[in-house]
């Protein structure tokens, strides 16, 4: 069998089943410090401080998007205590984040001790891990965001990912990844500059990289601050994607492993292999996984057009084109995430206040066209 042949003779392994959760809700969470680490637990005086399966419970990458827009809500928040109280509204409103099968089983298995202390101890959780693990999967998915809007010619949102703006904390949590940062120009001066910005970029990334140093040819900068801003975004997006293979592999790297095992299926009991999740974050990074699976960019090549960094953003036509091959959005006036819906393009959320936003570009935009129609129409005249 020659290499060809042998690296291609893969067997099919087949998909597991299919996500199943419990969705245990309780109404009030009470915080406290225990060895330096802020801990959560739930109310549980009474049953009917909780509520199980309700009809509002959150689909797999409704769950995922989410926990990203309350990230994204937490970046432009100015202290702990509001960060904190943004975590626990979310868990009272949709549900509790950690030890989800234990915690049902602790009220309705067999062994069930109702409001006693079996409970509080398997409802019990940090708030520090639930931040770290918000954290790390919304930093993970704006970044994944900005590969896939520059992967339909709009690398803004990839130019401008990284800055220091937001609040600082111990971990850095808000701080968003900087692996777009070394595509950008080094710098337009001499070689001795640019090789001094090539090694603080490798120190930002943590690159040990022994490969030599080569500078990168002036590019042909002008007098126009608007038309250089073109010039390196063209740049920047010509390497980033030249680089598509490697960004994409160090996305993969920052998943979580996600395990099955043998189950009993609650709605058949039968016994399947199904995935194991029993954390929100669980659920919502197999979401992700999905919305990946589901949307390859793997091998996409672009023809850079100078016009398409002049692109309006309220100009709906061209984001209805972009709107067709993603599954999901971010509102462009509360900054949400939600999930795409069968009518196609998707700008702003449904809320009404964003609906007027909506409302309001769509008449700027049809003002902005109507005067180019109309200054076209005089110069031919």
Known sequence: MDYESFMGSYLEVGIVGKIKYRNVIFKNYSCEYRNSERIAFPDISDF??????????????????????????????KSMAEITKAAIDWCCENG??????EV?????????????????????????????????????????????????????????????????????????YPFFEQ???????????????????????????????KPEPRLELTDDDKQNEKILKKYFASKALADYDRIMDTLIDMF?????????D??????RIMPDVNSVFDIAWIGFSKIIDDD???????????????????????????SQSKSYFFCQHCKKVFPKRPNG????????????????ARSRASYRNKMKKKSLADSQA
Do not use: W
Request: with cysteine; charged share 30%.
């Open 48 to 77: 009917d401080s909780v509520e199980i399966n309700v009809g509002k419970a959150l689909s797999v990458k409704e769950m995922l998007f989410s926990l990203c827009s309350l990230y994204i809500s937490m970046q432009s928040m």
């Open 96 to 101: 509790h984040p950690y030890n989800i099968e």
């Open 104 to 176: 049902f089983s602790d009220i309705y298995g067999e062994d069930a001790t109702g409001a006693g202390t079996m409970l509080k101890r398997d409802a019990t959780f940090s708030l520090d891990d639930f931040l770290r693990d918000l954290a790390k999967l919304g930093k993970t998915f704006l970044f994944y965001y900005c590969i896939d809007m520059l992967h339909h010619n709009m690398p803004t949102a990839a130019y401008e990912l990284y800055n220091d703006d937001y609040m600082v904390t111990a971990e850095d949590l808000f701080k968003p």
């Open 183 to 213: 595509y950008k120009y080094a710098d337009p001066g001499t070689p001795k500059q640019q090789k001094a910005n090539y090694e603080k970029m490798n120190k930002l990334l943590g690159i040990k990289d022994s490969t030599p140093f």
């Open 256 to 264: 979580p492993d996600m395990r099955t095992r043998l189950k009993r």
């Open 266 to 271: 609650a709605d058949t009991g039968k016994i």
């Open 296 to 322: 390859p960019q793997s091998g996409a090549e672009f023809e850079f057009d100078d016009d398409i960094y002049d692109i309006d953003y309220d100009d709906m036509d061209y984001y209805e084109e972009v």
């Open 345 to 360: 393009a998707q700008y702003y959320c449904s809320s009404p206040e964003c609906q007027k936003a909506h409302a309001a």
